[in-house]
């Protein structure tokens, strides 16, 4: 229990950061999710495209503290592995 004024705002604010790092972590996931899913289809214009989505939004998420630097470069490598693969 919150037991002053500047405690109870910073309370508030936390739960307002929360809803917008859920919606920004869900959107991301959403982006890479089309791009496993194109990959796994085997066309390859349709991985290249869902991956040229995915990556800007990857780092879009680095940029404002949701995803760690690494972790974003990892999977944009191994996506991008993946779809290059593709014949």
Same mark, same amino acid.
């Given at each position: 229990?919150?037991? @002053?004024?500047? +405690? ?5 604010r936390n739960?307002?950061?929360? +809803?917008?790092n859920?919606?920004?972590l869900?959107?991301i $996931? @959403?982006?890479v999710?089309?791009?496993e899913s194109?990959?796994?289809?085997g066309v390859?214009a349709?991985?290249?495209a869902a %991956?040229? +989505?995915? @990556?800007p939004?990857l780092? $879009? &998420?680095?940029?404002? &503290?949701?995803?760690h630097?690494? @972790?974003a470069s ?5 996506l991008?592995?993946?779809?290059? +693969? %593709?014949?």
């Amino acid at each position: 229990m919150a037991n @002053t004024p500047q +405690a109870e705002k910073r309370i508030r604010r936390n739960d307002r950061r929360a +809803a917008i790092n859920k919606a920004r972590l869900s959107r991301i $996931r @959403t982006f890479v999710k089309k791009a496993e899913s194109a990959i796994e289809s085997g066309v390859k214009a349709d991985a290249l495209a869902a %991956l040229a +989505a995915a @990556t800007p939004e990857l780092m $879009r &998420g680095v940029s404002k &503290g949701v995803v760690h630097k690494n @972790t974003a470069s990892r999977k944009i490598s191994r996506l991008t592995k993946r779809a290059a +693969a %593709l014949a």
